[in-house]
């Protein structure tokens, strides 16, 4: 380790009763002293055993606070941990992930190494279960035609690599000071967003692929769908705010599911005629594209 810097750890969490144990766990396991760690957990007034499991952690260990987040969103949240934090470096975990015993101390290495403002890892997604529907929603979140072409998602690099953005991340405390904290009306994406303005003030984000996350997907199909389109929603609205911002990948499922709705009513309004049946046969069209491509 080339310097013991001061970090803070900073997780948002609500409602995580099924998850928290094993995320705090794999912090804790970190080898990173305990004396130059701090680990904010920010819950959203969790209801549902959460604040149990946060307590009994915090009574334990010294080094482990619990801060309220009365508006439950994600940037809210990080923007609390960082105003109460003390480290000289702030690391960004998620309640849903499991980290490697080393995660903090390579965090460290990377970031003085290559003298970077902002470093992350690879994300492995994992099933929650061993269900046939949760090895499915895994395998559709790890692949480029499930989740467009996010480094961190879908491939494996083998050197580190700057790039537009990583989950989660290592910051330099300075950074904050520089561009601010979260964007609190984004709801979702605050870390592309906030690595945008980043790049823009000249910062530098680096991808390291020896730095392994494990999320856990959910594995449930109403969860799932729920989620998914929520993202979608959260993400794609604010564009017209934080314009250049999002990458492409952003705006395919838009786009897909805007074309399904539009051959749809095609569909609906065909008829025997030469134009009508060009515009009968447009969505079973699309339909055996998608099929095709899929399956591909």
Do not use: Q
């Amino acid at each position: 380790m080339n310097e013991l810097l001061s970090v803070t750890v900073v997780i948002p969490c609500f409602n995580e009763k099924d998850h928290i144990a094993i995320c705090l766990d794999s912090v804790i396991s970190n080898d990173y002293p305990k004396d130059k760690l701090e680990l904010l957990v920010i819950d959203g007034m969790s209801m549902d055993g959460t604040r149990e499991i946060l307590r009994r952690y915090a009574d334990r260990y010294p080094f482990i606070r619990i801060l309220d987040n009365p508006g439950k969103i994600i940037p809210v949240a990080l923007n609390i941990g960082l105003r109460n934090s003390k480290g000289e470096v702030i690391v960004r975990m998620d309640a849903h992930s499991t980290y490697e015993k080393n995660y903090i101390s390579k965090c460290i290495k990377y970031l003085n190494e290559y003298n970077a403002d902002n470093v992350g890892g690879i994300w492995e997604t994992v099933p929650r279960n061993g269900t046939l529907l949760a090895r499915a929603i895994t395998l559709a979140l790890s692949h480029p035609f499930g989740v467009g072409n996010a480094y961190y998602r879908v491939s494996r690099p083998e050197s580190p690599m700057w790039v537009d953005t990583v989950p989660f991340g290592c910051f330099r405390r300075s950074i904050f000071d520089k561009i601010g904290f979260f964007d609190e009306t984004t709801h979702r994406n605050e870390d592309s967003e906030f690595n945008s303005r980043l790049r823009k003030a000249g910062g530098k984000v680096l991808l390291v692929p020896d730095i392994v996350i494990r999320y856990y997907a959910r594995s449930g199909l109403a969860e799932f769908c729920g989620h998914i389109f929520d993202n979608g929603f959260k993400i794609t609205c604010p564009f017209i705010v934080h314009k250049g911002v999002f990458s492409w990948r952003h705006f395919i499922p838009l786009v897909f599911v805007v074309s399904v709705m539009i051959t749809g009513i095609l569909y609906l309004c065909g008829s025997c005629t030469s134009s009508g049946a060009i515009r009968f046969l447009t969505l079973p069209a699309l339909a055996a594209l998608y099929l095709s491509v899929n399956l591909y």
